[in-house]
């Protein structure tokens, strides 16, 4: 069955780094769009970037310039690159797997249908 499976999350000051891990497994991970969502409490769940097969890319308003979102289909893994982390970045950050009606990269929640369980990120001031 299909498996996503985020590591790398962690608790970093104001202006530190992260790279966040979305291992996947079950179908043909070439063949999918993916992105990376994250929520904060209380809050809804956004899209935060977007690789389409192509490795075309898709990013919030808010990330960009910030955050990479990055695939290696060769390890069937997806990546995040979170670099001048502000406190409003804290959130569990997740991976999905997007149907396979879309092949460019979307931000948009309803586009995806498979989840992680998601990665703690908390950002200090």
């Known amino acids: 069955q299909v498996q996503l499976v985020e590591s790398g999350g962690g608790s970093v000051q104001s202006g530190g780094s992260l790279k966040l891990s979305c291992a996947v497994s079950?179908?043909?991970?070439?063949?999918?769009?993916m992105g990376w969502f994250r929520q904060a409490p209380g809050k809804e769940r956004e899209g935060v970037a977007a690789?389409?097969?192509?490795?075309?890319?898709s990013y919030a308003d808010s990330v960009k310039g910030r955050f990479t979102i990055s695939r290696d289909n060769t390890k069937n893994t997806l990546y995040l690159q979170v670099n001048s982390l502000r406190p409003e970045d804290t959130a569990i950050y997740y991976c999905?797997?997007?149907?396979?009606?879309?092949?460019?990269?979307?931000?948009?929640?309803?586009?995806?249908?498979?989840w992680g369980q998601g990665t703690q990120v908390t950002v200090s001031s």
């Open positions: 079950g179908y043909t991970y070439s063949s999918y769009c």
């Open positions: 999905a797997r997007a149907s396979g009606v879309i092949s460019e990269p979307d931000l948009g929640r309803d586009w995806y249908n498979y």
């Open positions: 690789i389409g097969r192509d490795g075309s890319t």
